[in-house]
C-alpha cells in the first residue's frame, strides 16, 4: 500500500504533520471504527463511512478544500486536500446534502443544497451558505424538498457559481444558480438566482422552462467565461443567454451527463444512453463522440487540466466507475484498492459511484463517492480509486450498547445496514464482526438492535433484515467465525446486558442466559436489563412503564417505581439511591417510588441518560428526532446533578462538531469519558475539560428558575432560540420527532 504518498507532489510531509495533529486536545473526539491495517498504514483517526454518499466538491484554486456530503449521515469536509476529514454540521439542520458548490476564485465560500433522510417535505431544507469553509452554516433559502421521492438519494450538480460573475473587490462570485427538484411549494422544482453569493435568493423561471416537471435528475453547468447556463434532464438539453429567465432546447433525449471545464470554455459534453456528444460552440450544436466499452455514459467527469482523461459510471452496470484516458474515446473499468476499507468488500456496491471531481491542478487526482458508503482517491487518472475516508464516521448504532462490566474496554456494537464491530481496547481499533454471516435471510449486510460482548469470542445481538419486523438472536461463540440463532421472534426492549457478579448471566432484550449464552429463557417482569450497582448486588430493568429491579441475578424481578410512559433507559446513582430514568421522552430522577421530573431543556427530547459512576453530580442524556433534522441540543450534561443543563451540541468551542443526533449514551466506568452513539452520525466520546454555559436551573422538587429556554452559553453555541421554529402548511409549529 502506498497510502502515505497518494496525494504526492510535495504533500507527503505536510501529511504526516497534518494526520496527527487533528483531534489534539479537544473535548469531542470521534470514534470512527479505525482498524489495525488503518493504524499501521498512518491513518489517524480513521474512518469507516456508512452512510450513502451523495456530494463531493473540490476548491479551483489548489485542491486543499474538499466537502463531501451523504443522505442521512451530514457533511464532512477537508482542508489539507483530503489526508483527512472532519464534520463539518454546525448551523445545518438538515442531516442530507445532495447539491455542493465551492466559490472557484474564494475556497472560503461554498453553497450546500440540505435534503433530509427520508422526510418527506423537509421544512428545514433548501440552500446553505458557509464563508470559513464550511466550520458553520447558515440556511439562505428554505424550500420543503421532497426527501421521500427522490432526495434522499439525488446527489447532482444541482447548483453553481457563475465564474463570469466574479468581483475583484468583493473577491467572490456575485451570481449563483440552483436547479431544485420537487418540493411542498413548487411542484416539479423551479430555477433560483442569487445575485449576492448566495447570501439571498429569487426564482428565476419555472421548471416549465426547461421541461423539467418533476424531475430529479436535472444537471446544472455555467459557462465559465459567459455566464450561459446549461440544464440538462431526461427531456433534453437546455441552454439560456439571459441568465436563466428564458430556455431553449437544444437536443432532447435523457441526458445523464453535463461538463464544463475552464480549460476549453466553449465545451460542453453531454450523455446520453451509450453515446457521448461535445459541443465546441457553447450548446449550441453537437457531435458524436465514438465510444467504446462503456454501455451507459452517467456522471461523466472531464479533467480541467487534461480534457483527454474522463470518468464515468455506467448506469447499465450498477454505475460501475469506468476512465478513458483519450478523451472518450475507450473506456476501462476502474480497478479499486479497498484494502483499507473497515466495510467488507463484498458490500461495498457500484451504485454508490455517482458523484467524482477531479483535482484543479493536478491531472492525476480524482475523488469520488464509492464503491459503497466511503471516500475514495485516485492518483493515477481514475485507473484505480483507494479508500481514502480518513476521519469520516457516520455509522448508525442500531439501538443501544453497554460496557462489559468485566471489563471496560470490550465493546460491542450493533449498527443498522453494517452488522456489527468489537474492540478490546477501548475504542481505539475495531474489528467487523458478521453476526448474521450464516442467517439466509438474503441481507448480506446485516442489521443488529443490541449487542454485547460476554468476551472477546461470545457476542450476541438481534439480528434482523432489511424490511423484516422479525428479530432474531444470534451469537458466536469464537468471535465471528460462525453464528448461531438461538430465539426466534424476540420481543421486549432493544438492550444487552451481562451481569456483572456472574459471567456466564447473559441478557438480551426479554431473554436471559445462564450460561454463557448456550441456552435462553424469557424473563418474567423485565422486558430489559440497563444498568447494575455493584455494591448491592442489584440489576436494574424496566417493565413497560415500571422501573424493576432484581437482587437474584435477574431470576425475578421487582417493581420500583412506575412511571407515566414506557421506559426507554435507566441510569444508576449508586451514592445518592437514585435512579435517573427516561420515559416517554422525558427525564426522570427516582428517589424509591418517588419521581419528579426533571426539565432538561425546552422541546428537548430524551431517550437515554447516563449518570458517571465516579462522579454521579454528572449526569448526560440525550434524544432527538432520528435522522430527518439534526437538532441544536440533542444531547446536554450537568455536573450538578440535575440543577443545571448545557448542549453539548452545534457549538464551536468543544473543537470538533461531535455527537450530532445523538440516540444512546455511556460513560465508561473507568476513564469518565461519554461515549455517544447517534443515528447515522457516527460514534464519540467526550472528555470534559470544564465546559460552561448554564441553559436553567431546577430544583431537587422541580421548581425551575432562571429562563426555562435554551438561550445563554458561551461564545459560539448554538441553540434551538437561535432560530424561529418553522411552521407546518397548516400553521402549526412543528414539533414532530421520528424515531
Known sequence: MKTKNRLGKGCIAVACLLTFSVFANEQWEAMPLTTSAQLAAGIVPGGEGCQRPQMVAIDGVDGRFILYGTDVGGLFRSVNGGINFEPANVGLETCGIVGLAIDPFNSQRALAIGDGGGNQYNLYAGVYLTTNQGQTWSRKLTRWLDGIGHGRQNGRDQVAFDRASYDS???????????????????????????????????????????????????????????????????????????????????????????????????????????????????????????????????????????????????????????????????????????????????????????????????????????????????????????????????????????????????????????????????????????????????????????YAASSQVMFGANTAYNSNEYELWITFDGGVTTIKKVDNLSGLKVCYGDPSDSDVLFCWNQRSTNGGVNWSTMSGCQGVFTHDASINTLYGADGASLVSSTDNGTTWQVLATLPSSITDVARDHLNDRIWVAAGDKLYR??????????????????????????????????????????????????????????????????????????????????????????????????????????????????????????????????????????????????????
Open 169 to 451: 473587490v468583493a473577491d467572490y462570485c456575485q451570481t449563483a444558480y440552483w436547479v431544485s427538484e420537487d418540493d411542498q411549494q413548487d411542484s416539479g422544482g423551479a430555477f433560483w438566482r442569487s445575485t449576492n453569493g448566495g447570501v439571498s435568493w429569487s426564482k428565476r423561471c419555472e421548471q416549465t422552462e426547461y421541461d423539467g416537471a418533476d424531475d430529479a435528475y436535472s444537471l446544472l453547468a455555467i459557462h465559465p467565461t459567459q455566464g450561459i447556463v446549461y440544464i440538462a434532464n431526461k427531456n433534453g438539453f437546455y441552454r439560456s443567454v439571459d441568465g436563466g429567465a428564458t430556455f431553449s432546447q437544444i437536443k432532447s433525449g435523457a441526458v445523464r451527463s453535463l461538463d464544463v471545464i475552464s480549460a476549453e470554455p466553449n465545451s460542453v459534453w453531454i450523455s446520453i444512453g451509450s453515446t457521448l456528444y461535445k459541443s465546441i460552440d457553447s450548446g449550441v450544436s453537437f457531435s458524436t463522440v465514438t465510444t467504446s466499452g462503456i454501455a451507459n455514459i452517467y456522471h461523466l467527469k472531464v479533467c480541467p487540466t487534461n480534457p483527454s482523461r474522463m470518468v464515468a459510471g455506467d448506469s447499465g452496470d450498477s454505475n460501475k466507475p469506468y476512465y478513458s484516458h483519450d478523451g472518450g474515446a475507450t473506456w476501462t473499468v476502474c480497478a479499486k484498492d479497498m484494502e483499507l476499507s473497515w466495510i467488507p468488500t463484498s458490500i461495498l456496491g457500484n451504485s454508490r459511484c455517482c458523484s467524482r471531481v477531479w483535482h484543479p491542478t493536478d491531472p492525476d487526482l480524482l475523488w469520488s463517492t464509492g464503491p459503497g458508503d466511503t471516500a475514495t482517491l485516485s492518483d493515477d487518472g481514475g485507473a484505480t480509486l483507494h479508500w481514502a475516508g480518513n476521519g469520516i464516521n457516520n455509522v448508525m448504532l442500531g439501538s443501544t450498547f453497554s460496557f462489559n462490566p468485566h471489563d471496560a474496554d470490550l465493546v460491542y456494537l450493533g449498527f443498522q445496514d453494517y452488522n456489527t464491530a468489537r474492540t478490546t481496547d477501548g475504542g481505539e481499533t475495531w474489528n467487523f464482526i458478521n453476526l448474521s454471516k450464516d442467517n439466509n435471510d438474503g441481507d448480506a449486510w446485516g442489521w443488529v438492535y443490541g449487542a
Open 590 to 739: 427516582c428517589n424509591g417510588p418517588a419521581y419528579t421530573a426533571v426539565q432538561v431543556g425546552t422541546s428537548s427530547s430524551v431517550d437515554s441518560v447516563a449518570v458517571d459512576p465516579n462522579n454521579v453530580s454528572r449526569v448526560i442524556v440525550c434524544g432527538g428526532p432520528g435522522t430527518w433534522r439534526k437538532v441544536f441540543n440533542v444531547i446536554r450534561m450537568s455536573t450538578d446533578g440535575g440543577s443545571n443543563w448545557i448542549s453539548l451540541n452545534n457549538r464551536t468551542d468543544l473543537g470538533a462538531d461531535g455527537g450530532n443526533c445523538a440516540s444512546w449514551v455511556r460513560v465508561h466506568p473507568v476513564t469518565g469519558d461519554i461515549w455517544v452513539g447517534t443515528c447515522c452520525y457516527g460514534m464519540w466520546r467526550f472528555r470534559d475539560a470544564g465546559v460552561s454555559g448554564t441553559l436553567f436551573s431546577q430544583t431537587e422538587d422541580g421548581t425551575v428558575s432562571g429562563s426555562t429556554g435554551d438561550g445563554g452559553g458561551t461564545v459560539g453555541y448554538l441553540t434551538d432560540a437561535t432560530t424561529s421554529l418553522p411552521m407546518n402548511v397548516n400553521g402549526t409549529a412543528d414539533t414532530h420527532y421520528c424515531t
